[in-house]
């Protein structure tokens, strides 16, 4: 019986070693949403998909459908978390973990993809120009993308300066998001107190 193959882009969000050489890569993807594939071998050191499982990585991944699980088959890194520059990759880091705890499986959300997506190519090394960013412009930008992510998953309203169609990031949208920050900032911890997971 031949499997479909699904070829699709994304994110490494995480992963868990698995049996004697496996991982448990956790992948969230523009066609197939958050999904846990096991890849085979890849902990052993002639493993040709080992370098392009880094976690949070941005890359092209070959995955199919098993019986139990999905199987990680072929990966090719797009742009490895490095490019990220400082701090959107710790920022990118923690997006990527709420993703993990909130998102659901099997599940496409394009617009969450996109949201990650935009975050990356905004701060990646070769794009991001504007450096003069102090501590509260990089609080204020990983709580307006938060609550972007939040209010695409539907943990938290959709409503201005949030509902941006768009990622972008500037000193201007730093200080709008910090006219509204206790605001947002209690949306958010209350969509992560009250969803229990």
Request: proline share 6%.
């Amino acid at each position: 019986m031949a499997h479909h193959l699904y070829h699709t882009r994304g994110f490494i969000a995480g992963g868990l070693p698995t049996g004697e050489a496996s991982r448990l890569i956790f992948c969230f993807t523009d066609l197939l949403g958050f999904i846990p594939a096991r890849a085979q071998g890849v902990r052993q050191e002639p493993s040709k998909l080992r370098h392009h499982l880094s976690p949070y990585g941005r890359g092209a991944y070959t995955l199919v459908r098993g019986r139990e699980v999905w199987r990680l088959i072929g990966a090719e890194t797009e742009a490895p978390v490095e490019t990220l520059a400082q701090p959107p990759r710790l920022i990118f880091h923690r997006l990527l973990n709420l993703v993990i705890r909130f998102a659901p499986r099997e599940e496409a959300i394009p617009a969450l993809f996109s949201l990650l997506d935009q975050f990356w190519r905004t701060f990646s090394v070769d794009s991001h120009r504007e450096t003069d960013y102090d501590a509260g412009d990089w609080y204020r930008c990983e709580l307006y993308v938060v609550a972007r992510l939040l209010a695409t998953l539907g943990y938290v309203p959709l409503s201005s300066p949030i509902a941006d169609v768009s990622f972008t990031w500037s000193k201007s949208k730093s200080k709008i998001i910090g006219q509204v920050e206790s605001t947002l900032l209690r949306s958010v911890n209350d969509a992560l107190t009250h969803s229990h997971l």
